[in-house]
């Protein structure tokens, strides 16, 4: 069964959907950007029932200022009182013992950020965003290599070079952008972020999508030690594909069988 739950917080009514089900662990589906609990095209909504089906129960919501919310919409970057408060409504209507939360893009930024306010068992965090919105007008520049480092290993960029097919101006930006040194001031998003995890102590999956720019510019970071986490805690795994939100041909399916992985082993 389906049903609507309000919710204070912060002087605010939230409204979120709970997805019933027997399972005394639930999972907290945090929306990404300005998405409604529903998800593009309603694919949170599916995904919490396919959830809810095989025996856990599903809570989505909608942040301040968003879909049927009040309050005022601060962004990404201030939604803990949300999460927090989404968390202790969800224990409380469903009667958790454990509690799994998922978001994707900036949504699984902010429950890197915030989920120890709300006493988070695990994190699975997809495509995670670090780029501050100073730099959101390109493609991270981890990214960006990557995307032209894949299209000079193809004959045929050389030909559309020598044809004029390539735009000139564009290509210049781009690799400009490469060159940039972001800055190192503390308060960036990334090292925030960084901090974040690092100091976290839950058990966390990271499901990146190779050929996803944000996917790719987490994952260089990672790379570089520039999180330096407790490598055992934190699993990684990666789905071929360029669908950021994994909307792909079996993208779904994968998805689908991480979540329960991790629902099954709290």
């Not at 959907?17 to 998405?35: H, K, Q, W, Y």
């Not at 987490?218 to 699993?235: E, G």
Request: glycine letters at 8%; hydrophobic letters at 40%.
């Amino acid at each position: 069964m389906r049903r609507l739950i309000t919710f204070r917080c912060n002087g605010a009514t939230l409204v979120g959907t709970l997805d019933e089900a027997p399972g005394r662990t639930g999972l907290l589906i945090v929306s990404g950007g300005n998405e409604l609990r529903m998800g593009a095209y309603r694919g949170m909504s599916r995904l919490a029932q396919r959830v809810a089906d095989a025996g856990y129960p599903v809570f989505r919501f909608d942040r301040r200022g968003i879909g049927d919310s009040e309050g005022e919409n601060r962004g990404f970057e201030s939604s803990c009182p949300e999460i927090a408060h989404a968390a202790a409504a969800f224990r409380k209507a469903a009667k958790l013992d454990h509690l799994i939360a998922f978001g994707n893009c900036d949504a699984a930024t902010s429950l890197i950020l915030f989920h120890n306010r709300a006493a988070i068992d695990r994190l699975v965090l997809a495509n995670p965003w670090l780029v501050d919105r100073q730099h959101e007008d390109l493609p991270p520049p981890a990214a960006i290599r990557a995307h032209y480092a894949a299209r000079l290993r193809d004959p045929r960029e050389w030909l559309r070079l020598a044809r004029g097919g390539v735009n000139l101006t564009k290509l210049i930006r781009g690799l400009r952008a490469t060159a940039e040194k972001r800055s190192q001031d503390p308060n960036s998003l990334s090292a925030r972020t960084a901090r974040a995890l690092a100091a976290s102590t839950v058990p966390t999956s990271l499901l990146l999508a190779t050929g996803d720019h944000t996917a790719v510019a987490f994952q260089h970071a990672y790379r570089a030690s520039r999180f330096d986490p407790v490598r055992s805690r934190i699993r990684v795994e990666q789905r071929d594909t360029a669908s950021h939100s994994f909307a792909g041909e079996g993208d779904k399916d994968w998805l689908f069988d991480q979540l329960l992985a991790a629902l099954r082993t709290v």
